[in-house]
């Protein structure tokens, strides 16, 4: 073989030719010759070369080579044979095979057991450098393909953990929504409300019903709903025991309201999860005693198992917060109730004022109703009403029951009783309406009350009611120095100040509730 001058030209794309470790293996020992030669000549500093398979092994164990060039058959130890022995350490980077007696079952092999490429004897001594530059531009792609789906797979894993951190950062927001909007949920009246807009966000559903377990009926009552206008509060459903006797609802009520298409009943005392239709049982210490049903989730889409972690969670801390408020609103129902029995011994003291917080309250409730008050400001009259005058507590005996003119002082004494009683009531978490009531029952219309001197509409509603009720019953009852004024003389007094002690609308309403009683 002659070494052309083309062919001595450096290989130039694999880079650094001098650092390359090459092992020729041949029995021939012309073809041993020329290879090494031709290496050297084309920069190559290390060209080692072996007889047969088993020389190869030997040189192997020493060196590690970056390129092996290797006839198939050869005495002792063939090509085949060689590759079957090479483990994984000594493996060089790339494998030649030269083969003299071509077969494709032979070179197939050889590619299998891990050949990059083939020559076919006789060859020109440089299309040993084409080989090197195909092998190497092979090992290239392939290194680039390798180094590409790492990082493509990297970049998935990347994006799964993006995905997977987002959603975590999406569930532990919503944990600590609800558990903080919770904690500011602090009457009953608002919890279930709450509890629906709180399962509709979280779900991003359109229709939602929290039921009452009425345990005795063994069914359940509406108490608060959205989306599902045909269900108003206090609407009944009764369940019908299943063979196994769980409580089950009615099938047609969830085809009917929830647009359901399965059959299947559904279990109110374990959560349930169907594609359309979640349910949620509430629990107080393992009792049943409510149960939500959320459906109608956006764009079609089934409700997943997050939705059901993230309602399971709303529904114990509810339970929590449901049990807290209970205990809130006892304590408080006793606090008031203490505090009116109070009212009523300092009024049972003086045999002219027996009862009057109680008849005062029932008053300005009925004035309240004729002027159509939502349901909410009648409970507030319900439970302020009864306290007006608790500040009268703070002030003496003799001034309250002094039967004759009061000095310029004494009248001051009287008039700091609202804000007296405000201050007593203070720790009993009343709103700002119910607390105006006890504040504001002397301030008059045209301006010239106690203790804020308010005018007309500044004057809250409510006591600007109370206060009507309190001067009526005030005329209408025994005094040290009087008689109760007659009924129709009391009305008139009302019609007269209409307008300057009192709100016109309000003396309008009492009219019309009191003037049935003006014959009796
Ligand atoms: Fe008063």
């Given at each position: 073989m002659q070494i052309e001058a083309a062919a001595r030209a450096p290989i130039e794309i694999m880079g650094d030719l001098g650092s390359l470790k090459v092992l020729v293996v041949d029995d021939e020992a012309s073809i041993r010759e020329a290879l090494e030669s031709?290496?050297?000549?084309?920069?190559?500093?290390?060209?080692?070369?072996?007889?047969?398979g088993k020389f190869a092994l030997e040189a192997l164990k020493t060196e590690k080579y970056d390129y092996?060039?290797?006839?198939?058959m050869m005495p002792e130890m063939d090509g085949m044979e060689l590759l079957n022995n090479l483990d994984s350490n000594g493996r060089p980077m790339s494998i030649i095979v030269m083969t003299g007696y071509p077969s494709m079952e032979?070179?197939?092999?050889?590619?299998?057991?891990?050949?990059?490429?083939?020559?076919?004897?006789?060859?020109?001594?440089?299309?040993?450098?084409?080989?090197?530059?195909?092998?190497?531009?092979?090992?290239?792609?392939?290194k680039k393909n390798w180094i590409l789906k790492r990082q493509l797979e990297q970049?998935?894993?990347?994006?799964k953990l993006n995905q997977e951190l987002r959603a975590k950062i999406r569930e532990k927001t919503l944990l600590y929504d609800i558990i903080d909007s919770l904690s500011r949920v602090n009457r009953s009246d608002d919890l279930y409300s709450y509890l629906i807009q709180k399962a509709l966000q979280v779900c991003d559903a359109s229709k939602a019903c929290f039921f009452l377990y009425d345990q005795e009926k063994k069914g359940l009552i509406a108490l608060s709903q959205k989306g599902l206008d045909s269900v108003p509060p206090g609407h009944q459903i009764a369940l019908e025991p299943d063979h196994q006797q769980n409580r089950c609802i009615c099938p047609d009520f969830i085809k009917i309201h929830f647009n359901g298409t399965y059959e299947a009943k559904i279990p109110i005392d374990h959560p349930s999860f169907f594609p359309e239709l979640l349910s949620i049982p509430f629990r107080i210490r393992q009792?049943?005693?409510?149960?939500?049903?959320?459906?109608?989730?956006?764009n079609g889409a089934a409700f997943s198992q997050?939705?059901?972690?993230?309602?399971?969670?709303?529904?114990?801390?509810?339970?929590?917060?449901?049990?807290?408020?209970?205990?809130?609103?006892?304590?408080?129902?006793?606090?008031?109730?203490?505090?009116?029995?109070?009212?009523?011994?300092?009024?049972?003291?003086?045999?002219?004022?027996?009862?009057?917080?109680?008849?005062?309250?029932q008053v300005a409730l009925r004035i309240a109703q004729a002027m159509d008050r939502p349901f909410e400001d009648c409970r507030r009259l319900e439970s302020s009403g009864p306290l007006h005058d608790i500040g009268k507590i703070g002030i003496d005996d003799h001034i309250l029951k002094k039967p004759g003119r009061l000095t310029e002082e004494e009248f001051k004494n009287i008039q700091a009783h609202p804000l007296i009683g405000v201050h007593i009531v203070s720790p009993l978490g009343l709103d700002e309406q119910e607390l105006a009531v006890i504040r504001n029952h002397h301030e008059r219309w045209d301006g010239k009350g106690y203790p804020d001197g308010l005018k007309g509409d500044e004057i809250p509603l409510l006591a600007r009611i109370l206060s009507v009720a309190d001067a009526f019953d005030a005329m209408n009852s025994d005094r040290a120095y009087r008689k109760a004024l007659p009924f129709k003389h009391c009305i008139d007094e009302l019609i007269k100040n209409r307008g300057a002690q009192f709100d016109p609308k309000v003396v309008d309403a009492a009219v019309q509730v009191l003037e049935p009683y003006s014959h009796e």
């Open positions: 031709y290496l050297y000549h084309l920069g190559i500093s290390t060209v080692h070369t072996a007889q047969n092996l060039f290797m006839d198939l032979k070179v197939i092999e050889a590619m299998r057991n891990g050949a990059s490429d083939f020559l076919i004897k006789p060859f020109r001594l440089q299309d040993l450098k084409i080989s090197m530059e195909r092998v190497h531009r092979l090992h290239s792609l392939a970049k998935r894993q990347v994006e009792e049943l005693f409510g149960v939500m049903l959320i459906g109608g989730k956006r997050e939705d059901k972690f993230l309602m399971n969670f709303l529904a114990e801390r509810t339970a929590q917060n449901i049990e807290n408020l209970a205990l809130y609103d006892s304590l408080k129902e006793n606090l008031f109730a203490t505090l009116g029995a109070l009212v009523s011994a300092i009024e049972a003291r003086d045999p002219y004022t027996r009862q009057h917080s109680q008849r005062v309250t």
